[in-house]
């Protein structure tokens, strides 16, 4: 069984920056595909952020390519995602997952945390 487990939210203004943190159960943690996910009032949804488990690749949407970094640390069994110059539109419940597949697809990924509150005030 896979647990993961979300940290580092909360409230700031835009320009801030926040370093979300995902802390994994599983002793097989170094082979899994992780990924953040984040879901806006009244929205859907949707990918932020992926890495792969060998560390060779990330994928980012364009909303947050360039302003956004996910990393991951196998011996510690988490993954970090750096967010900087934060923007309203961020503003979110980010959640992390977990999956065989390097995809942005939210259907490749087979556990989820319960997510972290990211608000950004203007």
């Known amino acids: 069984q896979v647990q993961l487990v979300e940290s580092g939210g909360g409230l700031v203004q835009a320009g801030a920056s926040l370093r979300l943190t995902c802390a994994a159960s599983?002793?097989?943690?170094?082979?899994?595909?992780m990924a953040w996910f984040r879901q806006g009032p009244g929205k859907e949804r949707e990918f932020v952020a992926a890495i792969s488990w060998s560390v060779d690749s990330t994928r980012y949407s364009d909303s947050v390519k360039g302003r956004f970094t996910i990393s991951r640390d196998n011996a510690k069994n988490t993954v970090h995602l750096q967010m900087n110059s934060l923007k309203p539109g961020d503003t979110a419940l980010y959640y992390c997952?977990?999956?065989?597949?390097?995809?942005?697809?939210?259907?490749?990924?087979?556990?989820w945390g319960q997510g972290t509150q990211v608000t950004v005030s203007s």
């Open positions: 599983g002793r097989t943690f170094s082979t899994w595909a």
């Open positions: 997952a977990s999956g065989r597949l390097h995809s942005t697809s939210m259907w490749d990924y087979d556990y």
